[in-house]
């Protein structure tokens, strides 16, 4: 299989690390050299430096063979151009990142005219992903598999946590624990990800990753005092972005009050005229005496979505200094994300480029991969595989299958069951399997359940 790669950018850069890891045959097009001397030195794959709209530069590519086109540069012309010549050229799997939907927004061009066989759009996205968080509970991560039946969840250890000191076998043992699984703990000590075993300890400081039913988390989250659920009455979001005025805007039919910083009097007019309800604040939301005009001391959250890392970063932790209970920033920088566990004035934040990988990797998976996602803080990708009966998994003992190392059995879901994944639990045919494992060992898993 070969795939096409048009934006060598971080998203398009851990498009190439995944499908590597799955047998593609990767080629990567960007207009930056840099860009393109980056992801060369790091991947095993090869480059061409120019536009992906370039009929003649795509046909060096290679374009006529190839099986997938993933288009996924800051430009919207490039992306729908360099899918249209995709289409001429016979490939079968278009897909754009496309952030102006006016251009679909008519009755002359529809996206199939185009070639695309799937747009996405960065904002949206993004969006979403920002009210999906802000309505969740307040963990650094929260994602749900087999139908909500399974969560993960990402928390810290704080100093007062009755857990702190306990091995992993010892709080597995507990009956309110018993389907509940440690995939991943992430040392306060020398910032090391390890994938626990039962003598490990946890410490203060640790960033723990738990997966199991709904009612395990749910125990060991009040047990370690984080609230299971949050109710958004009121937000203030700092930057009149794309991004901040579709959130506003997906909120418009709820209750919840909602403030806008700007502090681009062009940006902020706009988003007047966009937004019913919102109200709207030309001003520095690195002041305080703006935090305070927009409400940040009623607010029950704060986000900042300026596209600025450091600024919006920095809004966030004056905001918790002055009374926001939750905060979250937009992260364009990858670096940045391990960081950010150790900020405690920080709750969480939105990757953009992980939101648009993971919506990707939706699109690519079929067959029995239900789900896929990569995980923000560690290097990690959690599969939700559905196990047929001619899988080489199917009637085997856990403990008897010869899974890649760094991988852990998560979670299983059977006939509508949790079932706690111990080594003597043998896999059955129809079973949903979660599994926590390195983005590498990920084409073995699923060649294990093929």
């Not at 299971?228 to 009050?257: C, D, F, M, Y």
């Not at 935090?291 to 986000?303: K, Q």
């Not at 566990?341 to 991969?369: F, M």
Request: proline share 3%.
């Amino acid at each position: 299989m070969k795939a096409i790669i048009v934006g060598a950018g971080e998203v398009g850069f851990q498009l190439s690390k995944v499908l590597l890891a799955e047998g593609y045959d990767v080629v990567a097009i960007d207009q930056s050299q840099s860009a393109c001397n980056r992801i060369a030195e790091s991947l095993d794959l090869m480059t061409f430096c120019g536009s992906g709209s370039v009929p003649s530069l795509l046909e060096t590519a290679g374009i006529s063979n190839t099986d997938l086109l993933i288009s996924v540069t800051n430009s919207d012309e490039t992306n729908i151009l360099a899918s249209l010549i995709a289409k001429q050229c016979g490939v079968k799997n278009k897909i754009a990142r496309v952030s102006n939907s006016t251009y679909f927004d008519n009755r002359i061009i529809t996206r199939d005219d185009l070639g695309i066989d799937h747009t996405i759009n960065s904002e949206r996205l993004c969006a979403a992903e920002f009210i999906r968080i802000l309505k969740s509970a307040e963990a650094r991560e929260v994602v749900d598999f087999a139908d909500g039946k399974i969560q993960l969840i990402a928390f810290n250890i704080e100093s007062n946590n009755p857990l702190i000191d306990s091995t992993i076998e010892e709080i597995s043992n507990r009956e309110i624990f018993s389907e509940l699984r440690f995939v991943a703990i992430k040392k306060r000590h020398g910032r090391s990800t390890i994938m626990p075993r039962g003598s490990d300890r946890i410490s203060g400081g640790d960033e723990v990753f738990v997966m199991g039913s709904r009612m395990a988390v749910t125990n060991i989250m009040k047990i370690s005092g984080i609230s299971t659920s949050h109710n958004l009455e009121r937000l203030v979001i700092a930057g009149a972005s794309p991004i901040g005025v579709e959130v506003a805007k997906q909120l418009e039919s709820s209750s919840v009050r909602v403030s806008i910083i700007e502090p681009d009097i062009h940006k902020a007019e706009q988003a007047s005229s966009i937004l019913k309800k919102a109200i709207i604040i030309h001003g520095n939301f690195l002041e305080r005496q703006i935090l305070g005009e927009a409400g940040i001391r009623e607010a029950d959250s704060f986000i900042s979505v300026t596209g600025d890392d450091e600024d919006d970063i920095m809004s966030c932790i004056l905001s918790t200094a002055e009374g926001a209970d939750r905060t979250i920033p937009l992260i364009q920088e990858p670096t940045y994300l391990p960081i950010l566990a150790s900020i405690s004035e920080i709750d969480s934040a939105v990757s953009r480029h992980l939101t648009l990988v993971n919506d990707i990797l939706r699109l690519l998976r079929t067959g029995n991969v239900l789900k896929d996602v990569l995980i923000k803080d560690i290097d990690a990708e959690v599969l939700e595989l559905v196990v047929d009966s001619k899988s080489k998994v199917c009637n085997k003992k856990i403990s008897s299958i010869s899974f890649p190392r760094e991988t852990v059995v998560g979670a299983i879901v059977r006939s509508g069951k949790v079932v706690l994944p111990k080594g003597n639990v043998i896999i059955e045919a129809g079973d949903d399997v979660v599994i926590f494992s390195q983005p590498e060992s990920i084409p073995q898993v699923e060649s294990l359940f093929a």
